[in-house]
Nanobody, 111 residues
């Protein structure tokens, strides 16, 4: 049974940083896409960053230069370092691994 678990959300002020972490259990995700999406209040879920394995990464334009995705295949983990956070980054962030989703972790950016 596959389980995807996120951690690291919280409340910060604009300009601060947070690091989200995600671990996928129950399978080997080495050759699977792992990444992050988010859903802000009253909006649809949108992709943020994905890692296709190796050095292939993709970012939403709005987070390029501020967010960095990294993964460790031996541990089935993927992380999202978020710097210079903005109020518009406020959302529930969801991790995905090979098509499986976690329950999400809330990130709130507010002064």
């Amino acid at each position: 049974q596959v389980q995807v678990v996120e951690s690291g959300g919280g409340s910060v002020q604009p300009g601060e940083s947070l690091r989200l972490s995600c671990t996928a259990f129950g399978s080997d995700f080495t050759n699977k896409v792992m990444g992050w999406s988010r859903q802000a209040p009253w909006k649809e879920r949108e992709f943020v960053a994905y890692s296709a394995g190796g050095n292939i990464t993709t970012y939403k334009d709005a987070v390029k230069g501020r967010f960095t995705i990294s993964r460790e295949n031996t541990k089935n983990t993927v992380s999202l370092q978020m710097n210079n956070l903005k109020p518009e980054d406020t959302a529930v962030y969801y991790c995905s691994a090979g098509g499986f989703w976690g329950k999400g972790t809330l990130v709130t950016v507010s002064s």
